[in-house]
């Protein structure tokens, strides 16, 4: 399990950690390291197995069979060039990255939005409409008229809209009157096309117990 060293990728520990354990009740390892440990420690032999050093013991490589990712999603994960490379020899070697760079691209807003448009997922999928009962309504922000109707609605129904980014992952949405102010900011600015409008989710209310940090 790939973690990170400079921000806390470790709010989902104990979710991370059910199936680390079942792996290992199977017999398989499993590892968990920080970017810059593979920075380090890491390396891709010439018939493409990625190798990592356990223990430090310079013998002591070993092959990596799949990398989980719980870092390398976000801009602010890659504070410099190395770890842009790093991520790539990651992709290029025989490990299998979960997710791969496809699968995180396919995650992020703008391609979200293209598959819900009519004629594309029939390109991938013999049950679109199936799919598609599934689907809430993803609308463009680009700087067109099209944009400029969408970003209306967002504007005179704010209760019913998020306003989303063109990330991966959650944690960086507008909602309400942040999602009015954004609008707002992003009237003429090109930046707004870099944003989606989304339906909001109203699921059935229901009551829970929840487990937050140091509490």
Known sequence: ??????????????????????????GVSTVRCSTDYLLKHGRVSEHGRYLIQLGGDEDGFREVSVFYFRTMYAPSHFPGPEYWNLRREMELSRAVCAPSIPHTIVNMKLFQM??????????????????KEAFFATLSLD??????????LGLQHPDQYVLKPQREGGGNNYWGSEMVEKLQELEQDPARGRFILMKKINHPASLTALSRTAR
């Open 114 to 131: 293209l598959l819900t448009q009519n004629g594309i997922l029939e390109s991938y999928s013999a049950s679109p409409d199936l799919i």
């Open 143 to 152: 700087l067109d008229e099209e944009g400029n109707k969408n970003a209306a």
């Open 1 to 26: 399990m790939v973690e990170s060293d400079f921000e806390n990728s470790n709010f989902n520990y104990f979710d991370q950690q059910i199936p680390l354990n079942a792996l290992e009740e199977e």
